[in-house]
């Protein structure tokens, strides 16, 4: 499957895997297949990659890929490659990973359900609990598969997979370890301007409440070219999540690439968020 360079770089900078599913080799591909879920007929496609024999026992990380703006391109969205360069930092390390694609996007079946209704009311509460519900349903689904690591797992999302990692942090379920936030958001890059964001304040605000109920601790990377969501606002997101008393630990990371929103999956990135995602993770 051909896709223009642009949808490419697009699908590359929220999480997806613009390679079709025929040109991956079975280490490439890992394990495919619909994660059960009860509110997800046909249940959740999810890619799972295995450590390499001989890696250190790991944790199960559950990777939650990002949202474009444009509805045509949901559906060639897929989850990354288990040889690419943010998976393979983690099954290095021996960590089972999970990396599920939510309804209305790639092979999972269903509406899109994440919409956070414009800009006027931008509900990004509602939004980022839609992707929670289907994060926790993937969690819940691996825990339950022979020979998943034991305990609770680590939750890393970008983008829009960020935010409803941080929704999910609010719930506090019993499943969830910590999460990893790369650059999450909702609203961001309205009308494809960099730093566009629909009612910014309302981020914020949302991120408060979310953090006035999580007790899970949290990671928060973002770069500093983030076309998303820029430096300020992750501080004031942030810091909005820290004042409600929820658990936060903010690296602003340096400019990367043409643009940062991709620091998690850019070929190089985990030279630049390792280390902190490493101590993170002890």
């Known amino acids: 499957m051909k896709l223009p360079l642009a949808l490419t770089t697009l699908l590359l900078l929220l999480g997806g895997c613009a390679i079709a599913e025929s040109d991956l080799s079975a280490e490439q591909a890992g394990e495919t297949l619909h994660l059960p879920a009860d509110h997800v007929a046909g249940g959740l496609y999810t890619r799972i990659c295995a450590p390499p024999r001989g890696a250190p026992p790991g944790r199960l990380v559950l990777i939650n890929h990002g949202s474009p703006g444009d509805p045509a391109i949901r559906p060639a969205m897929r989850p990354a490659s288990c040889q690419s360069e943010a998976v393979r930092w983690f099954t290095a390390r021996g960590h089972l990973v999970a990396m599920p694609m939510r309804r209305g996007y790639g092979r999972t079946g269903g509406a899109w359900a994440e919409g956070f209704g414009g800009c006027t009311g931008a509900d990004y509460a509602r939004a980022g609990q839609e ?152």
């Open 131 to 282: 992707t929670a519900r289907d994060i926790l349903a993937a969690t819940r689904a691996m825990q339950a598969r022979p020979g998943t690591p034991s305990g609770p797992a680590v939750v890393v999302g970008q983008s829009a997979g960020g935010w409803g990692a941080l929704a999910l942090a609010a719930q506090n379920p019993p499943e969830l370890g910590l999460v990893v936030n790369m650059a999450g958001g909702r609203g961001g890059r309205q009308g494809d301007l960099p730093n566009n964001v629909c009612r910014p304040e309302n981020l914020v605000r949302t991120a408060g409440a979310f953090g006035a109920t999580a007790r899970v601790p949290t990671l928060w990377i973002y770069a500093a070219n983030d076309s998303f969501f820029a430096p300020d606002l992750a501080r004031d997101m942030a810091g909005t999540w820290r004042l409600a008393g929820g658990l936060v630990t903010l690296r602003q990371m340096p400019a990367f690439g043409r643009d940062g929103h991709g620091l998690f999956f850019g070929q190089g990135g985990s030279a630049i968020w390792g280390a902190a995602v490493e101590a993170f993770l002890r």
